[in-house]
């Protein structure tokens, strides 16, 4: 008799120990082809629902025949012993395409949230979401782990068209990798997708390193054919993403990241982004990063005038560069929350955890800002104070730093005469990136008239 996969209640993902195992029994179930497949074609949507209606026709066959789910249930397993143990009904907790992923009927309408870079049509409802977030939760606590969701370009790595290639960087053309092992180049020339791609420095130790500590995904605004791209890039061994690569084309709301379609929860969940916006729900999750330009087109794209790093053939430091740092602040998060603080590992929230160790960076600071854009000064006010400093509007003894775009301000004098730091803003986004008081003479400010 055929295993009847999406018909066994004890191996319905209802029932499975968490989102991998979950993934490895549609994987199971949508692979289990009618005889005349071929097992090396990727099937078809159409084709995926018809294997999923063959199966449910299966089960009702055998329900008929043998008299109950359980008897069915039984004699799959080979135990030659009757059950009279009653099945619930099923709650249907999710879809592929309009078929229930446990029973294989077919459901009238869509619900529930779209989990397509899983598997295309793959639909579930929050209770079964809510099932599996708790159970990887606890298998992950269990393991010391975390969730950490990447982002791609600027800050995993940076990617340009061909055609937007400079002139000074066209020498680029006869230094990149080979695409046969990938793992010791970091310059890519994809020619099927008329595009150069650049790994950031240290980018492989740091996705080394940071699996130890964290499940991770990959959350990229771009479509998905390049997220997938990168993945091998980034991953040719497939040791840390598997199937957990999200691209625009999996997101629940246009222009916009979310959380929703991550199967963690969110009270463990890290996210390294370079764009704040694009989280607008998550920002207590986010570590924001500096931006890796190494491509002219990009400085272009966030309008900087200046040469890239490709065109000065220069790039960021492997052991001091932006990854590295943010390694550090990584395991000091992982650290505190698993090893200093009190209490149920599953009531702790790394969303406290990020909060308290960003407003140590500039703890015990006074800042008063002096002529800054009105636009700009809202922002900066709030990062200022998210790291643990007090902001002033008018100057008292109590003041440690004058932040000024120009030396020649009535404060920036004043910062001068009492022997305060006078620094540009850029020191106070440095500290943001860095998660670290920067020098102060490094942030100079001069007199611009």
Same mark, same amino acid.
């Given at each position: ?20 195992? !979950? ?27 018809? #294997? ?8 009702? %066959? ?8 359980? @008897? ?22 999710? %879809?592929?395409?309009? &078929? ?17 870079? /899983? ?19 606890? $298998? ?47 310059? !890519? ?24 500590? !964290? ?5 990229? &605004? ?7 791209? &990168? ?14 690569? /999200? ?18 929860? @969110? ?5 390294? #982004?370079?764009? @704040?916006?694009?989280? &607008? $729900?998550? $920002? ?28 000065? $053939? ?79 509007? @008018? ?10 775009? #120009? ?20 020191? /106070? ?21």
């Amino acid at each position: 008799m055929a295993v009847i996969q999406m018909s066994v209640v004890t191996d319905s993902p209802v029932h499975s120990s968490g989102s991998d195992d !979950f993934i490895a029994y549609l994987d199971e179930a949508l692979d289990a082809s009618s005889p005349n497949s071929s097992p090396d074609e990727e099937a078809g949507s159409q084709d995926e629902f018809e #294997d999923v209606r063959t199966k449910r026709r299966k089960f009702e %066959s055998t329900e008929e025949t043998e008299g109950s789910t359980s @008897e069915v249930i039984m004699e799959q397993k080979s135990v030659d012993v009757k059950s009279s143990v009653m099945v619930d009904v099923c709650t249907h907790p999710g %879809s592929f395409g309009d &078929m229930c992923i446990r029973c294989g009927q077919k459901l009238d309408g869509e619900s529930g949230v779209t989990f397509g870079y /899983i598997h295309k049509g793959l639909r579930l409802h929050d209770e079964e979401i809510s099932r599996l977030r708790d159970t990887d939760m606890k $298998k992950f606590l269990f393991h010391k782990k975390l969730y950490l969701v990447l982002d791609l370009d600027h800050t995993l790595l940076n990617t340009t068209l061909l055609a937007h290639l400079s002139s000074e960087e066209l020498h680029l053309l006869n230094e990149t990798d080979s695409l046969e092992d990938v793992a010791k180049g970091s310059l !890519f020339k994809l020619e099927h997708m008329h595009m150069m791609t650049k790994l950031r420095p240290f980018v492989r130790t740091f996705l080394k390193e940071a699996s130890e500590m !964290f499940e991770m995904y990959i959350y990229t &605004m771009g479509d998905r054919p390049y997220a997938l791209e &990168m993945a091998k890039l980034l991953d040719p061994k497939k040791e840390y993403f598997n199937a957990k690569v /999200i691209s625009r084309d999996d997101g629940t709301q246009k222009h916009q990241k979310g959380l929703d379609i991550v199967l963690g929860q @969110e009270s463990a969940v890290l996210i390294l #982004d370079d764009t @704040e916006n694009a989280w &607008m $729900k998550h $920002k207590n999750n986010l570590i924001l990063m500096e931006r890796y330009h190494f491509f002219a087109s990009s400085c272009r794209q966030f309008g900087f005038n200046c040469r890239s790093l490709a065109e000065t $053939k220069s790039d960021e430091n492997e052991t001091d560069g932006a990854l590295a740092r943010i390694l550090k602040v990584l395991k000091q998060v992982h650290c505190t929350f698993f090893d200093k603080l009190q209490g149920d590992l599953a009531d702790r929230d790394v969303r406290q955890v990020l909060s308290s160790l960003r407003s140590e960076v500039l703890s015990g600071c006074v800042v008063v800002f002096s002529r800054i854009n009105h636009g700009a000064l809202p922002t900066l006010r709030r990062i200022v104070e998210q790291m643990g400093a007090t902001c002033l509007t @008018e100057l008292d003894p109590t003041v440690t730093h004058v932040v000024a775009t #120009d030396a020649g301000t009535e404060k920036s004098r004043w910062a001068v005469k009492e022997n305060k730091f006078l620094v540009h803003p850029r020191w /106070i986004e440095a500290a943001n990136y860095f998660w670290q008081k920067q020098p102060e003479e490094n942030f100079v400010v001069k007199k611009t008239h």
